[in-house]
Structure formats: structure tokens, C-alpha cells
């Protein structure tokens, strides 16, 4: 179950925020989430992403739902950053923090967990493009959340089979 609580930031430190996060090449949640997480162990990170990937999963259905595409799209791209990130931190101790280093790592997932973490990966960009663009429709996002869905749950499957 999903917790949430509002925070009151002044525009200038929002703004702040939605700029680094930008510059990152992550949603303000992901962003958010690496500050929040940057001090704990990798394998407490790595826990601690795969569960904030699952949430935003349902929160992505339950925008699919209600019919707003958009935001559905971007926190299916948010699961998908998140998983990879899991794994970086389960693997390897690495801290992932922009979209570059992302793209890079997403070769080790596909290597380990198969080729289709490659059609998975461009799925999600595709919807971070979308959250952007507003191009896409319900049953793209649809048949993302399917694809993104697997990636999480692979991820998800490895990394509590195989503590370190």
C-alpha cells in the first residue's frame, strides 16, 4: 500500500527541483526518491526502489483508469528508472543518477535477463517521451504497462531471490 504526504516547498525550491530533475533526465518523483535514498546501504536502495517502482505501477494503472494518459505514461517511465536502478544498486553498489547512465546500464539487465529488456527500455522512453509530447494513446500505454509491468517484476524476482 502506497503512503503519501505533501511537502510545501516556496516556487523557488519547486522550481529548483523540476529543473535538476529535468537536468537529470528523471521525473520529480525518481528525483525526489535519490535524494531521500542516497544515504542508505545499496541492498536498503535497492529494496527501497523496487518498492517505489511497484507503487508507481499501480499509480499508473489507477491514471490509466481515470483516463489521463500523460500521467500514466510518466510513472510507467518512473517504474521502469526505478527497476534499473534497483538493480544497479543490488549488482553492483552503483548509484545511478542521470538518464545517460540509465541507458548504459540497461545493456546490464539485458545481458542478464534477456533481450527483451531491450524492447522493454525503449517502451519506457517512449512513454517519458510521451508524458513530454502528449502523442500517444490509452492503448499504447496499455500495452507499456504490460512491458514495463514484466521488467519490474523480473527485477523485483532476481534481486529478492539473490541477496547479497
Not at 527541483?17 to 541492498?43: H, I, N, S, T
Request: hydrophobic share 40%; glycine share 6%; with cysteine.
Amino acid at each position: 500500500m502506497s503512503t503519501s504526504i505533501n511537502i510545501r516547498l516556496t516556487r523557488s525550491a519547486a522550481e529548483t527541483l523540476r529543473r535538476e530533475a529535468e537536468k537529470a533526465g528523471l521525473g520529480l518523483e525518481e528525483y525526489v526518491l535519490d535524494l531521500v535514498l542516497q544515504g542508505l546501504d545499496p541492498e536498503e536502495r535497492s529494496k527501497e526502489y523496487i518498492e517505489a517502482a511497484e507503487e508507481l505501477l499501480e499509480e499508473a494503472r489507477g491514471e490509466l483508469e481515470k483516463g489521463n494518459v500523460r500521467q500514466a505514461a510518466e510513472k510507467l517511465w518512473g517504474a521502469a528508472a526505478l527497476a534499473v536502478k534497483a538493480y544497479a544498486a543490488w549488482r553492483e553498489g552503483r548509484r545511478l543518477s542521470s538518464h545517460r547512465e540509465l541507458w548504459e546500464y540497461r545493456r546490464v539487465l539485458e545481458k542478464e535477463l534477456g533481450e527483451w529488456v531491450y524492447g522493454a527500455w525503449m517502451i519506457a522512453n517512449g512513454m517519458h517521451t510521451c508524458f513530454y509530447e502528449s502523442w500517444c494513446s490509452k492503448e499504447d500505454v496499455e500495452k507499456a504497462f504490460m512491458e514495463i509491468k514484466k521488467l519490474v517484476a523480473e527485477v523485483s524476482k532476481k534481486i529478492s531471490q539473490e541477496r547479497r
